[in-house]
């Protein structure tokens, strides 16, 4: 990746609902960038569209050219069926079970990998969600309010989990809290 991702006045709108209205950024490669803005003004449309999954009505986005994408989406977006270590192999296909067992351990998860992600409570659901994404090969990492629903506990320790697995990588980063974000370490806040 070259030096970032550079933002060239994108614009979104669904019908009459503008959510993005020239918006221009840099974010800085090797870094975790907060994106912050009320809800409903267009974050998660920016990561969808900086995901490929939706295209902008108008503007320019350089630097995104061969990079390999991770994600935490709001939703867990987890195989129900499948086992906690399970879900984590679909993204993570290099990882041995006992590295897959032992980072779940380390988010506070310790004897879950054999058991169906259906069996788990929502805040354990969410951790595997993340896991999965930190364990994939990626250069660049979208956190869509990735703490969202777990206790202040687990939350610091996930967070301190993830800013150690994602250190050196580029990082963008959805969330209303600006704690987190100064947990996370981020290197800017971008206001949408």
Do not use: W
Request: proline share 3%; charged share 30%; aromatic share 4%.
């Amino acid at each position: 990746m070259k030096d970032g991702i550079r933002l060239d006045r994108l614009s979104k709108a669904y019908g009459e609902h503008r959510v993005l209205e020239n918006f221009s950024a840099f974010i800085p490669s090797g870094k975790i960038t907060a994106l912050m803005a009320p809800s409903g003004q267009g974050k998660t449309t920016l990561l969808r569209i900086l995901m490929g999954l939706e295209t902008a009505d108008s503007g320019h986005i350089d630097g995104l050219e061969g990079l390999r994408l991770s994600a935490v989406f709001q939703e867990d977006r987890l195989c129900e069926n499948l086992t906690a270590s399970a879900n984590i192999r679909l993204a993570a296909p290099r990882k041995n079970p006992e590295e897959i067992s032992h980072a779940l351990q380390a988010i506070g998860l310790e004897g879950v990998s054999r058991q169906p992600v259906r069996e788990l409570s929502g805040g354990m659901r969410r951790r595997v969600a993340i896991l999965r994404a930190l364990l994939a090969d990626y250069d660049l990492l979208f956190l869509d309010e990735p703490f969202k629903g777990l206790d202040e506990v687990t939350k610091e320790l996930v967070i301190r989990d993830t800013r150690q697995r994602a250190a050196g990588k580029t990082v963008l980063l959805v969330t209303h809290d600006k704690e987190e974000a100064d947990a996370m370490g981020a290197c800017q806040i971008l206001e949408l």
